[in-house]
């Protein structure tokens, strides 16, 4: 049957528009098709349908191991006072490229993290003159958005001839307190949401993997972190006055993420030992950030002067101190902000002159910072593009209006539903 063109436009469309669409399902080759759709999925960052799995090329660095093997090694494990004690792994069969990646133990009512030896990890050998990236990633399991961060943290850095190591620990469950009350919409990725501790490591590896990068340790918190009592006494409640931890479950909750940091830390300062190379740079991050685009160039941040001891965050946000969402640290900086747990506890750490300035984790941070010796550059937001997003039931992404940080160039994103009417509680 052929139709003219002429007087009858439409019919003419519609039945254009059902051939072509008949023309991709069946001639399109096998997996591309996924590959677009997850594409045009990640594109659209403005009211997006639930992420779809990553649909990447594997890049030139990614390692490929086969076979499987037996777990026999004992792990370590990762203390926040920077000890390390040798922990018997039960033998388990496992993909050789996906050992068991972490665990956390109870003994005599105190929570142990372990992670493998870098002899298990196979990914993590790589050439020693290549530069090389620990990502961390610490929060809450159900907030996981891990598409962009592949793509735009990950993958870029390996683009560039860095080796990217990523190291994780998630919280199953909080402990219900939000500083923003938008938070109580949220809902985990349905792509994580039915798998265990195992499956969710696997998954995760392999994504790493694809993307070119090395998942070193993940460790799955079945309920919130512990936290150190608090001393009594000297100035100790001067910090992170805003929410005292003492009384506070939101100032408890910025201990435990400092206390998870450190403890990552710990096992990259023990990880450095067993493959004979420091890294040259360090990232913090957050399970919920959503990158809108590619992270600045981490060979351009390392041609700069004083580098090492160099602390690079968004230029807003910052609360009269520093971002604390993500940052960038060169590796002396790393040395001493990825300690800011232990630091606090220490009530001679910081000076008389930053008491009473502290009152929330974005001054305290700022002042292991300045402490430290360390200089602080604030970036602008394409060179750190992301913000707190959050998955919604309705299957899209939106964003905390509190933590958007109004940029050129990109449209106001989906704002997530707020019910307080934007006011801190």
């Not at 990614?62 to 033998?91: F, I, L």
Request: aromatic letters at 8%; proline letters at 6%; a positive charge.
């Amino acid at each position: 049957m052929t139709l003219p063109i002429q007087g009858h436009s439409f019919l003419f469309r519609l039945w254009l528009s059902i051939a072509c669409t008949f023309l991709v399902v069946v001639f399109w080759p096998d997996g591309a098709f996924s590959n677009v759709q997850a594409s045009v999925t990640g594109a659209a960052a403005f009211g997006v349908a639930a992420l779809p799995p990553p649909a990447l090329t594997p890049a030139p660095a990614a390692a490929a191991a086969a076979g499987s093997t037996a777990v026999a090694p004992p792990a370590k494990v990762a203390r926040a006072d920077g000890r390390t004690e040798n922990w018997a792994v039960e033998p388990s069969h496992v993909d050789a490229e996906t050992p068991n990646l972490g665990r956390v133990v109870n003994e005599s009512g105190a929570m142990r993290a372990i992670c493998p030896s870098t002899e298990e990890v196979k990914c993590s050998h790589t050439d020693k003159q290549q530069r090389s990236i620990a990502v961390v990633i610490v929060g809450l399991r159900e907030r996981l958005l891990f598409n962009k961060t592949l793509e735009h943290v990950i993958r870029r850095s390996i683009e560039e001839g860095f080796v990217v190591h990523v190291y994780m620990a998630l919280v199953d469950k909080g402990n219900g307190a939000h500083w923003r009350p938008e938070r109580k919409r949220g809902i985990e990725d349905p792509m994580f949401s039915n798998l265990s501790h195992s499956a969710f490591q696997q998954r995760l590896s392999q994504w790493v993997r694809q993307a070119g990068g090395c998942l070193m340790c993940v460790l799955n918190y079945p309920g919130s972190e512990p936290v150190e009592p608090l001393p009594t006494g000297g100035d100790m409640d001067g910090r992170l006055t805003q929410y005292l931890p003492r009384s506070s479950k939101i100032g408890r909750n910025v201990l435990r993420t400092l206390g998870s940091r450190e403890t990552l830390w710990n096992v990259t300062l023990e990880n450095e030992k067993q493959l004979g190379r420091n890294y040259t740079l360090a990232m913090w991050t957050r399970p919920d950030s959503y990158w809108f685009g590619n992270i600045t160039s981490p060979a351009d941040l390392l041609s700069k002067n004083h580098s090492s001891t160099t602390v690079w965050t968004q230029d807003c946000k910052s609360a009269a101190g520093l971002n604390d969402k993500s940052a960038i640290l060169g590796r002396q900086a790393a040395g001493i902000m990825f300690k800011a747990y232990s630091r606090f506890y220490n009530t001679k750490s910081i000076t008389r002159y930053f008491r009473g300035r502290m009152a929330n984790a974005e001054r305290y941070l700022m002042a292991v910072a300045t402490e430290g010796r360390l200089q602080v550059e604030r970036l602008k937001f394409w060179s750190l593009p992301n913000s707190d997003g959050m998955l919604l039931a309705s299957g899209k992404v939106c964003f905390i209006v509190l933590y958007w940080c109004p940029a050129s160039g990109i449209k106001r994103p989906n704002m997530c539903p707020n019910d307080s009417k934007n006011k801190r509680r």
